[in-house]
T-cell receptor
Framework: AQSVSQHNHHVILSEAASLELGCNYS??????LFWYVQYPGQHLQLLLK??????LVKGIKGFEAEFIKSKFSFNLRKPSVQWSDTAEYFC?????????FGSGTRLSIRP | DSGVTQTPKHLITATGQRVTLRCSPR?????VYWYQQSLDQGLQFLIQ???????AKGNILERFSAQQFPDLHSELNLSSLELGDSALYFC??????????FGPGTRLTVL
């Protein structure tokens, strides 16, 4: 069955702390992987995506993610978070017809 | 701004009523996707249209229907509304491949 798991439901960090959000997936066939961010009261925005090639993907706002095929993982990282990173983060896996989203991780940053 | 537009932004209606949500995809995008986001269910894929034809179906209730018109805009029709249908409804579009760009959403409140 196709699924995406985000094990951390709510993460609380202080400003300047490093961030890693976990994402594991189960999906048959060619995998396209995404991280989306949803700031409070806003729509989902694409942070970064992986289709093929270099498994370390750089996205906007200093975020990056690493695709580890053997672990079926696509974890999101940022070396130093800011208060403005407060948002909900969704990992997703899909193809041209649909994307399956994880349940999301709420990130709260203490100023 | 993703280039995907949705109207209306907010909708308040009563149980048993019918509403129509509208989505205009990014210029050149042929695929339109509809999602429902609620606190208890998270982000759920409802349905996808590609160039006017239904391409994929997710957890869409029989009371809900959608269509995509020749100008590529799409409408999501929700009928016999129940309290539990209160949610954010997002539309997304893509030209080809899996990257989807999300609109700002319509917040539906059923009283």
């Amino acid at each position: 069955a196709q699924s995406v798991s985000q094990h951390n439901h709510h993460v609380i960090l202080s400003e300047a702390a490093s961030l890693e959000l976990g994402c594991n997936y189960s999906y048959g066939g060619t995998v396209n992987l995404f991280w989306y961010v949803q700031y409070p009261g806003q729509h989902l925005q694409l942070l970064l995506k992986y289709f093929s090639g270099d498994p370390l993907v750089k996205g906007i706002k200093g975020f990056e993610a690493e695709f580890i095929k053997s672990k079926f993982s696509f974890n999101l990282r940022k070396p130093s978070v800011q208060w403005s990173d407060t948002a909900e983060y969704f990992c997703a896996v899909g193809d041209a017809s649909k994307i399956i989203f994880g349940s999301g991780t709420r990130l709260s940053i203490r100023p | 701004d993703s280039g995907v537009t949705q109207t209306p932004k907010h909708l308040i209606t009563a149980t048993g009523q019918r509403v129509t949500l509208r989505c205009s995809p990014r210029s050149g995008d042929l695929s339109v996707y509809w999602y429902q986001q609620s606190l208890d269910q998270g982000l759920q894929f409802l349905i996808q249209y590609y160039n006017g034809e239904e391409r994929a179906k997710g957890n869409i209730l029989e009371r809900f229907s959608a269509q995509q018109f020749p100008d590529l805009h799409s409408e999501l029709n929700l009928s016999s509304l129940e309290l539990g249908d209160s949610a954010l409804y997002f539309c997304a579009s893509s030209v080809k491949g899996a990257t989807q760009y999300f609109g700002p959403g319509t917040r539906l409140t059923v009283l």
